[in-house]
């Protein structure tokens, strides 16, 4: 079984930054791609952004220029850098993993970002 687990998260305020890891039970190079969701109360979850194998990003255009997802294959870690933080980005955010072999999704149990002034 796979697990991930999520760390980073936090209180901030408006315009800050933080970092999200999501650690990997096993090579990240098994996935075909990684991403970070986000969930807000009362809210459906999101795709804020993902990784492929290749390492190509894609972002959410609620958070273009803000956020950058990374990865780094030798410690089996995913990143969300999160810069220039809004109140509308809190929510609980996921790390999620795409296995090549059936498509077998695999969730974090979640970090909590609160931005507040």
């Known amino acids: 079984q796979v697990q991930l687990v999520e760390s980073g998260g936090g209180l901030v305020q408006p315009g800050g930054s933080l970092r999200l890891s999501c650690a990997a039970s096993?090579?990240?190079?098994?996935?075909?791609?990684m991403g970070w969701y986000r969930q807000a109360p009362g809210k459906q979850r999101e795709l804020v952004a993902s990784?492929?194998?290749?390492?190509?990003?894609n972002c959410a255009d609620s958070v273009k220029g803000r956020f950058t997802i990374s990865r780094d294959n030798a410690k089996n870690t995913v990143y969300l850098q999160m810069n220039s933080l809004k109140p509308e980005d809190t929510a609980v955010y996921y790390c999620?993993?795409?296995?090549?072999?059936?498509?077998?999704?695999?969730w974090g149990q979640g970090t909590q970002v609160t931005v507040s002034s």
């Open positions: 990784i492929i194998s290749d390492s190509s990003t």
């Open positions: 999620n993993a795409v296995a090549w072999v059936f498509n077998t999704r695999y």
């Open positions: 096993r090579s990240i190079r098994s996935f075909k791609n």
